[in-house]
């Protein structure tokens, strides 16, 4: 018999700790009687949830995009992150390493331009589906190392990535909110509807990767702006700009993609000074309630997030102070002070292999008080308090841990060294300095998170 929520059904449930093995669980569920008071009857709701269900008040609030055809959404565009199916070739913390990498698997691809047996060496080149077809095709590839910018790969992570439509898998509609490289925006990265792990947001101002929050985890950006083609040329304004601030030969205009109809909600609410920046920044603040996450933690594993209004003029202005100053945080990480962690080093010695990291750990997974960094250097005195920011099941600080560490891809053999970050950029203390503010960005924000006022929600 098919089992449909419109039937209203209802069964027995029964919580069993989670501790306990499969066959433990079991076991107290074959055996275990009806009548032991330990049973409630579930009954499943409109969306088929059983256990953990969505709840209604959450339906009613305006979700961060729609189809075409809702009525009201807070931005026009929203899009996945990059999938390049080649992540050892695109990324790497070295651009010289993404250069090298990059021609040399270019021009092997050029080599096998329609022919039927493909170069299939895993060092020489990283082929998928796509790529193949357009090799048997006779479609060339070109490099250009205009195509080498900085990415969001993980949190507080940056790294530099090769982007090129040809090349990257799958770069769904980021062209139009990074259409090339050195074109800048600002965004939030959320994880996709059916997520295991707990609901984390982050903003950006680089290119997301596709699962920025974590293998298995693809998410979806929503970036401040959006880019199109000016049709009247280069020569008018607000268009993608070089590093030297000349108008660039491609010629975009940016665009907002922030909706009226959002903008206009929160104005009859709060008021008519609310700009959509305001409402960009209140999103952010709104995602880090930790009121709004625990009230809606079964909605945001199967949904995308849906924003409330704020209940006053007060409040909303408090969540737009909130989100600006947490984007301040978590932008701007890499020139914040330190914070002022117990460094344990050598007072003399170069500070290339003082300070070199093959792989960090904690002193004492237990406590988690200190990382060490190598035989050499040790970082203690980790407040209890940065262990509280948690992007999905890791904290910020395990973030960094599990991303800087020397790693080699078995396939293609290639290196992604996290020192040559700081070697390229002229800083041998980069990484130490990093976890130190990792941690200032970790204490600072759960001081603005547990400052967030109550939200008006019905649950």
């Not at 209802?10 to 919580?15: F, G, I, L, N």
């Not at 020489?124 to 900085?150: C, H, N, P, Q």
């Not at 939030?188 to 997301?208: D, E, H, K, R, Y």
């Not at 701007?332 to 750990?361: I, M, N, T």
Request: negative net charge.
């Amino acid at each position: 018999v098919a089992l449909t929520p419109t039937s209203r059904l209802k069964s027995p449930y029964r919580e069993v700790a989670d501790y306990r093995t499969r066959e433990e669980k079991l076991q107290e569920v074959a055996t275990a009687s009806l009548d032991d008071g330990l049973w409630r009857q579930v009954t499943p709701n409109a969306d088929g949830d059983w256990i953990n269900q969505r709840s209604d008040s959450y339906q009613a609030f305006t979700p961060l995009a729609a189809p075409q055809g809702r009525p009201l959404a807070v931005f026009k565009v929203q899009s996945a992150g990059l999938k390049t199916n080649r992540d050892a070739w695109c990324y790497n913390f070295s651009r010289q390493r993404v250069l090298n990498n990059m021609r040399s698997m270019i021009d092997t691809y050029n080599t096998q331009l329609a022919i039927d047996d493909l170069e299939r060496d895993p060092a020489k080149i990283s082929w998928s589906t796509d790529l193949m077809t357009k090799a048997k095709k006779g479609v060339a590839g070109y490099f250009s190392e205009d195509r080498v910018g900085v990415a969001a790969y993980r949190p507080f992570t940056r790294t530099w990535l090769y982007y090129d439509r040809f090349f990257n898998a799958a770069p769904s509609l980021l062209p139009r909110i990074i259409p090339a490289f050195p074109a800048k925006n600002l965004g939030i990265w959320v994880p996709g509807p059916g997520s295991n792990a707990p609901f984390q947001c982050l903003v950006t101002n680089a290119l997301p990767d596709l699962v920025l929050g974590g293998a298995g985890n693809p998410g979806l950006f929503f970036a401040r702006w959006t880019y199109e083609r000016a049709a009247d040329g280069p020569s008018q304004g607000n268009l993608l700009e070089d590093p030297a601030g000349d108008v660039d030969e491609w010629g975009y205009r940016r665009v907002d993609n922030i909706t009226d109809e959002i903008l206009t909600a929160h104005q009859e609410a709060v008021g008519e000074q609310v700009s959509k920046d305001d409402v960009f920044f209140y999103v952010y603040g709104v995602l880090h309630s930790e009121q709004y996450r625990t009230t809606f933690a079964a909605d945001l594993k199967r949904m995308l997030p849906r924003i409330p209004l704020a209940g006053s003029r007060e409040d909303f202005e408090a969540f737009v102070a909130a989100g600006r100053a947490l984007s301040e945080l978590h932008v701007g990480y890499e020139s914040l002070e330190p914070y002022p962690l117990h460094e344990q080093a050598p007072a003399f010695g170069d500070p290339w292999q003082v300070f070199r990291v093959e792989k960090l750990r904690w002193v004492d997974k237990a406590t988690k008080k200190a990382i060490r960094v190598n035989g050499q250097v040790v970082l203690g005195d980790i407040p209890a308090a940065a262990h509280r920011y948690m992007l999905g099941s890791r904290s910020a600080l395990e973030w960094i841990i599990d991303r800087y560490q020397v790693k080699t891809d078995k396939a293609s053999g290639i290196v992604n060294d996290p020192n040559d970050w700081g070697r390229e950029h002229g800083d041998p203390r980069y990484i130490v300095d990093l976890i130190k503010r990792v941690t200032r960005v970790s204490v600072e924000t759960m001081k603005i998170v547990d400052a967030l006022p109550t939200l008006p929600l019905d649950d």
